[in-house]
């Protein structure tokens, strides 16, 4: 007696826990199962909070000039002794003496003049959102004092500044890429799919005919029309513009094989029957049904974006100076022995594999999570 009213009472709070739950909630639940899932969520949102604030995390000025090719200054808990001390950080100074190999001054930390480090600190001025003047900083020096984590540049700008700021440039381009590609691309496919017949045939040949061009190529030659003087914003819309043309033939085609199958199933037809006009039959039926592979498809093609964009960068053909992005500022990678003397200049490459990482990583957490099977 005592197992039958333990079942009775399971199967009545049963429907209580999860048959009133929508899809989204579903879907949450079935992310935070996902430990890779969950990750990569993390990471995107820590992403997107340092491209926000990026002054805010920056611990100096990107635009200040310094030392060239000053090395990263390590934040030390003990001091020249040994003994345990709040976190300080050391200039880096120059010696009289030079390299036998480079020739190049030797630099080293200066012990003589330690830097406490603390949270909230004061730095170069900006204005959050930019309309609140501040001064305050997550980390960083406790005097004001310039600290470069992660090294300086050629011309002594500090690195990780640039790369917080640079991420801004990067995701940018990336998220306005991918959200014109995904409205083209599910757009095309949704009409396609659903239409059928000689337009479909039609259409079909014309994305065949863009997914025939060679990507690379193509991009390098229509970026190399655009001279030189021509205004940053007007490269990087042409970048976009680029970047957007070729890549929303692929996500049409994937959509109409999700389109033509959803055409068929008893509800659409239905719709149709009852003299619903194509247009909700598109948006209010087979939207719905293919917003979440959609979805899925974004996480995945912005990190294919980021890469894009710092390969292009990389060789010049992306963005241009005064703005920053990871790419741009891979250039200065392009010869062996700057690499060799100076490791700290692929900084952005370690930001850029995390950026990749974590997209991928929420992108196969996602297709697990919407897959109803």
């Known amino acids: ?130 309309l609140i003047p501040t001064e305050r900083h997550f980390f960083g020096a406790t005097n004001g004092t310039p600290v470069n984590f992660l090294g300086t540049d050629k011309f002594g700008r500090d690195v990780l500044s640039r790369i917080f700021h640079g991420a ?77 043309a070729l890549g929303w033939a692929q996500m049409s085609r994937e959509v109409r094989g999700k389109t033509l199958a959803l055409a068929r199933i008893d509800y659409v037809r239905a719709a149709m029957a009852i003299g619903a006009t194509d247009r909700r039959i598109i948006f209010q039926h087979i939207l719905p049904n293919v917003m979440s592979y959609v979805i899925v498809s974004v996480t995945l093609a912005i990190p294919s974006v980021v890469l894009l964009e710092s390969f292009l960068g990389f060789l010049g053909f992306a963005v241009k100076p005064p703005l920053m992005s990871w790419g741009l500022m891979l250039q200065d990678t392009s010869t062996y022995s700057v690499i060799g003397s100076y490791p700290w200049i692929l900084s952005p490459v370690a930001f850029v594999l995390i950026t990749v990482f974590a997209f991928n990583a929420l992108g196969d957490g996602l297709r697990d999570a919407v897959d109803p099977y």
């Open 1 to 130: 007696m005592t197992t039958h009213v333990q079942t009775a009472a399971i199967i009545q709070t049963a429907p209580a826990n999860h048959g009133n739950e929508t899809y989204s909630a579903l879907v949450w639940r079935r992310l935070k199962r996902s430990g890779t899932g969950m990750a990569g969520l993390v990471l995107v949102c820590m992403l997107m909070l340092v491209t926000v604030f990026a002054e805010f995390f920056s611990p100096v000025d990107p635009k200040l000039t310094g030392v060239a090719f000053a090395p990263p200054q390590t934040i030390s808990i003990t001091d020249q002794e040994g003994s345990i001390v709040w976190p300080r950080t050391y200039t880096i100074g120059e010696s009289t003496e030079l390299d036998p190999v480079t020739f190049q001054p030797l630099v080293g930390p200066d012990y003589a003049n330690p830097l406490d480090l603390g949270f909230f600190v004061r730095g170069f001025s900006y204005r959050l959102f930019g």
């Open 168 to 244: 801004r440039v990067s995701l940018m381009i990336a998220l306005t890429v991918v959200f014109i590609v995904t409205v083209v691309g599910t757009t095309v496919g949704m009409v396609s799919g659903y239409f059928g017949g000689r337009f479909d045939t039609w259409m079909q040949r014309f994305v065949d005919l863009v997914l025939a061009f060679p990507q690379l190529p193509l991009y390098l030659a229509l970026t190399s029309l655009i001279p030189v003087t021509a205004p940053t914003n007007v490269f990087l819309a042409f970048v976009i513009f680029v970047m957007s």
